[in-house]
């Protein structure tokens, strides 16, 4: 496969993760109880959002590189390396989960970082950087949560 086909399946594998991420995500601040419920519904919007821009950022990076996005919820169910919610489990579960997806995608943005950097295509590259440096902050303060 060339390479530049790579990044574009690299990119959009990250279009599928956050589309399923983004519903998740609402799911978890929808259900979420507990002692922790006001902090975590406010994380778990403010990680929402975040999937929103996400989607956005990456699909247009996407068609600006002659790619072409997925755009249906059963194509990103299909390309997808998270798995949508499917139980209303308790508030840790919740975060425990969180941290499992991220972990996943910042797996997939180093393979993605360096199938950028081989053909250098520097946005993308930058992209997939700077939410791995994100994501791994999220990482370590949802894994500070839990204690």
Known sequence: MEKQVQVQDALNKQVANWTVLY????????????HHFFSLHEKLEELYNKA??????????????????????????????????ETTSGADEMVKEVVNDFTIIIGELKE?????????????????????EELEKHVWMLNAYLG
Do not use: C
């Open 23 to 34: 519903t998740k995500l609402h799911h978890f601040h929808w259900y979420v109880k507990g």
């Open 52 to 85: 929103d821009s996400v989607i956005d950022e990456f699909a247009e990076r996407l068609l600006a590189i002659n790619g072409k996005p997925v755009s249906t919820l059963k194509g990103s169910l299909e390309l997808a390396s998270i798995q949508e919610a």
């Open 112 to 132: 993605g970082i360096a199938l950028a950097d081989d053909v250098k295509d520097d946005v993308t590259e930058d992209m997939f950087i700077s939410l791995q």
